[in-house]
């Protein structure tokens, strides 16, 4: 991507940028050397606009870069402070910070400009460990149980959040807007794989986190796991989104880390007993409705389209800036076709299994009605109907990938 000229108007202390490429564009609110002083710091939060609690009297602040954008670390006459800008923007925080489980790391202020939250304030903690260099360790010591029983909490976590959401907000899911945001992101890639998808009503849209990673859990001092909300990732700025997705896609999220992090440590554990952990541990808490049979699927989406989803993001920002091919995002792209394929044929099952058993049925009401003239003769054909709709019901639904067994 290369810099083009911008006409958008900065805050102060912050200088705007828009990135081009040949697929993609990037609004950038890039802060000044400035910010990291004392001065440029009070200069710029002045003119923007403040919630909940901010440092006062700052007297120094140290500044880190980070892939998420810079981290700056403030002294004030009120404590040690830690605050994130976000160059590309992000959710707004607000609502998933005052629904999340007690205990979470979670933003305590913050600035605004043009009503997105550029700054995101929290008090500084002692460093923690995060299950992201605590599962990595059991990966590559094959350390099954270990494993499993860290990735299970860190589901539950996850299903704690969701069942806060759940009565927070929800609404219906938006099938129309969903399918289109997969149309746009695989026409700027140009992948060969298109995936459209009859979402169901088990998986509502709520105040899903978009982006959810092992580096986000850790433990407090007595042993909780607790989730931590930050910064977006750097697709957000690319493939830009203001709607409301299902909770289901956060947990696709945490399954496509797991598969990163089970490809980079080159562990001999099977992923799908690793999956099987996280998807009972989020299963275990989140609402009953969003963890059904129906809500996994893949012939109504269920967990793997949005896995797909987030393998295509991994390819959108190696694309922006050429980093080269992503693991396992492109292998999980590159197998989608043939279980679109393994899909679409199992549909002929499901159209068997429908018109059989509405011959059964016609013909049990046929039955009974020669039954009640007295003509009793056992219903052979209407039952041999319905046991076939039956099976072939089991072998349509049997032709979806179980959640457990990844693609890749």
Not at 18 to 25: A, I, N, P, S, V
Not at 222 to 239: C, D, F, N, Q, V
């Amino acid at each position: 991507m290369v810099e083009v000229d911008c006409d958008k108007e900065p805050p102060v202390g912050f200088t705007a940028h828009l990135m081009r490429g040949m697929r993609f564009r990037l609004n950038l609110l890039e802060p000044e050397e400035s910010l990291a002083t004392v001065e440029g710091w009070n200069a710029a939060t002045e003119d923007l606009e403040s919630w909940g609690e901010v440092p006062a009297e700052v007297s120094s602040i140290r500044v880190e870069a980070t892939d998420r954008g810079p981290v700056y670390s403030i002294e004030a006459a009120d404590g040690s402070w830690m605050a994130e800008v976000q160059p590309w923007g992000g959710p707004k925080l607000r609502p998933r910070a005052r629904i999340a489980p007690e205990g979470s790391n979670i933003p305590c202020g913050g600035y605004q400009y043009d009503e997105q939250d550029l700054i995101i304030l929290r008090r500084y903690d002692s460093p923690f460990i995060d299950a992201n260099s605590v599962l990595m360790d059991h990966l590559q010591r094959n350390d099954l149980e270990s494993a499993k029983a860290l990735i299970n909490r860190c589901g539950a976590n996850l299903g704690d959040y969701h069942k806060a959401a759940k009565e927070e907000w929800t609404n219906p899911p938006d099938q129309r807007r969903w399918n289109e945001r997969f149309a746009e992101i695989e026409q700027r890639l140009k992948t060969s794989a298109l995936w459209r998808a009859p979402f169901t009503r088990g998986a509502p849209a709520t105040l899903s986190l978009g982006d959810v990673r092992f580096s986000m859990f850790s433990e407090d001092n007595e042993g909780k796991m607790t989730i931590r909300l930050g910064p977006s990732r750097l697709a957000h700025g690319l493939i830009e989104t203001n709607l409301d997705l299902p909770a289901i896609r956060d947990l696709a999220s945490l399954l496509h880390d797991l598969s990163r992090l089970h490809w980079e440590s080159k562990t001999k554990l099977e992923i799908s007993d690793l999956r099987s952990a996280l998807i009972h541990g989020w299963s275990s808490k989140a609402p009953d409705k969003w963890c059904s049979k129906r809500s996994f699927s893949a012939h109504t989406g269920g967990v793997v389209i949005w896995e797909y989803e987030q393998a295509l993001l991994d390819v959108v920002e190696a694309v922006s800036h050429q980093s080269g091919r992503p693991e396992p995002a492109v292998t999980i792209i590159e197998k989608v076709p043939l279980l679109q394929k393994t899909l679409f044929n199992s549909r002929i099952l499901s159209a068997i299994s429908t018109m059989s058993g509405i011959l059964g049925v016609m013909g049990i009401g046929n039955w009974i009605r020669f039954a009640n003239e007295g003509d009793l003769v056992f219903p052979s054909t209407p039952v041999i109907l319905i046991g076939i709709a039956i099976f072939v019901r089991y072998r349509y639904h049997s032709a979806a990938p179980p959640a457990e067994e990844p693609i890749h």
